[in-house]
């Protein structure tokens, strides 16, 4: 049997949710856009598969939230910080967007509301076209720098 006053809590907290999600404004509402995860330079990237307008919100980078010792005692190259002191965990089933690797001169950039990761289109991007975001100091010198970054600014394709 519940304890007493479960139910109540549980509709109370049902209630909180939904005005949370009510007070993110549409812009941060994912667009329906075509995108594909297929091989990149790096490993896995994510493509368009249309165009994509300057400014709209592509994709949600969804994960399961860590607790205070995970945050500190562990290291994922999934983890991302969505506050002061909360960090997600992007290695899960369905995030796609943990595949939009970095880019020194990027394509779309990041905007973090209510402790959740939104990936927007800094200009329009191409149907074909990898997008990427520039992943910031702290993840760059601990991932990409001992190995060199792949980007098309740092590591041009000749053709």
Known sequence: MYKEGYQSNYEDLLKMYTVWMKKLPKRFTPGDFKVRVGKSRTGKGVFAEEKIPKGACILEYTGRALNDWEQHNKSGKYFFETGKHSMIDG???????KYVNHACKPNCEIDIKNKRVFIFAKRTIKPG????????????????KPKGCLCNSCSPVLA
């Not at 290695?91 to 967007?97: F, Q, T």
């Open 91 to 97: 290695n899960v089933p369905g995030n796609i967007a």
């Open 129 to 144: 076209e990898e997008l990427t975001y520039d992943y910031d100091t702290e993840y760059f010198d601990e991932f990409i």
